[in-house]
């Protein structure tokens, strides 16, 4: 066995279900679940009829560096979305199948397998970023490190998941300065990007234009699973630096991750109609509006700049918080220091939760109902 399977985590989910084992929550309150960010709004009936009208794609095999209507349709959207000078569909872009497998294979490609290769992640973080570390032979750092020495890559993650920050252009120009003295590559995942509520977050490859900089050891991640409500056609693309993305296709020709014709021409559809984006968000903004104004002391949580999470601080400890809500109110979220890794004696995530505003309108309602009164027995 690869004796590096051995040190990956537990997922914050089997950590939650390890946690709530015992409960038994009451059966005449309806569960539910705002534990796990799977967008639930409709996907729209443009994209199921793409996918609908190219099932003869499934006759043939697909290159992993999709189709030039694809890439071109993604160059198109980059360019308008953010602003920028148009991507050449050629070099500077390619399709993924979704975010979370690009940003695992991406760490592979890139990490020079050296005894001090490190990994940078936010903290709190996506978890794959972790695993995808740990499986290149490298050892993954939580939050900003003391020494740059021996980091080859770093994960950012804007709108982040879970507090919904997102990196201003001094943020950035710091990393990529950062990035420059010490030589890593920056990963930028961005799959919240489009789920905002004011100003359109700014994107990596925008800030590296704003700044007169290239994209030299830049790359950025999207997705159409949030954007699109599509999280099972497994669709987003990774777009930047030509050479990255040149080593980054070869590796994926031999992992074969290339994307079904089929899938291809249903992410046309996504990623060159807007209107859908925007009824996602209205959903979104609709769920904050009602339900933020709903908390009372000792809850507290801010309005996120991006993404469908409440990042909610807890007046007691987080998982004692989650097991117990849904112990006594059948709710589920997720506690925040499941999230995060303890470092010099401080968990980042704990004393939060992080709840989902993934379903309906008036299950989200009605679970804060329930979260507040739980919080007010406190
Ligand atoms: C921060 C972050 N990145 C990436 C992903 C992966 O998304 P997908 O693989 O559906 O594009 C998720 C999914 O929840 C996420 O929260």
């Known amino acids: 066995m690869n004796p590096r399977l051995a040190k990956l985590q537990p997922y914050p989910f089997e950590k939650l279900r390890a946690l709530i084992a015992g409960n038994a929550p009451p059966a005449g309150l309806r569960a539910i679940n705002l534990q796990i960010g799977e967008p639930k709004h409709p996907t729209p009936a443009l ?21 030039p209507e694809l890439r071109r ?9 953010y602003g920028i000078p148009p991507l050449d569909p050629e070099t500077q872009l390619l399709p993924v199948n979704g975010t979370r497998e690009a940003l695992f294979a991406f760490a592979q ?50 709108p982040a998941n879970p507090s919904g920050h997102v990196m ?51 790359v950025a991640f999207s997705s159409l699973s949030k954007r699109s409500n599509a999280p099972g056609l497994r669709s987003g693309f990774v777009a930047g630096d030509a050479a990255l993305i040149k080593q980054f296709l070869r590796y994926r020709t031999y992992h074969g991750s290339a994307m079904s014709l089929a899938v291809q021409a249903a992410s046309i559809a996504a990623w060159q109609d807007e209107r859908h984006v ?63 890794r303890t470092v010099r004696g401080v968990n980042p995530g704990a004393n939060h939760v992080r709840i989902a505003l993934v379903p309906p309108l008036d299950e989200c309602v009605e679970a804060m109902e329930r979260i507040a009164r739980f919080a007010a027995g406190l």
């Open 278 to 340: 925007e009824e996602n968000r209205r959903l979104y903004a609709q769920k904050f509006d009602r339900v933020l104004p709903m908390m009372r002391p000792p809850l507290a949580a801010e309005r996120p700049d991006g993404g469908f999470y409440i990042w909610l601080r807890t007046p007691n400890d987080d998982t004692e918080f989650a097991r117990r809500l849904h112990a006594q109110y059948n709710v589920l979220v997720l506690p925040g220091s499941f999230l995060a």
């Open 47 to 67: 994209v199921k009829d793409a996918l609908a009208g190219a099932l003869d794609g499934l006759a043939s095999y697909p290159l992993t560096a999709g189709t």
């Open 73 to 81: 349709a993604i160059a198109a959207w980059l360019a308008r979305r």
């Open 109 to 158: 490609t890139v990490i020079e397998p050296k005894p001090d290769a490190r990994v940078v992640c936010p903290n709190p973080f996506y978890q794959i970023y972790e695993g995808a570390a740990l499986l290149a032979g490298a050892t993954p750092i939580y939050g900003e490190p003391e020494s740059w020495a021996g980091v080859q890559l770093l994960y950012a993650c804007s």
């Open 168 to 218: 201003d252009l001094a943020e950035w120009r710091r990393l990529f300065e950062l990035a420059e003295r010490h030589g890593f590559v920056i990963a930028s995942d961005e799959c919240y990007s489009e789920i905002y509520f004011e100003r359109p977050p700014l994107g990596a490859l925008e800030a590296a234009q704003r700044l007169g900089r290239g994209y030299e050891r830049l």
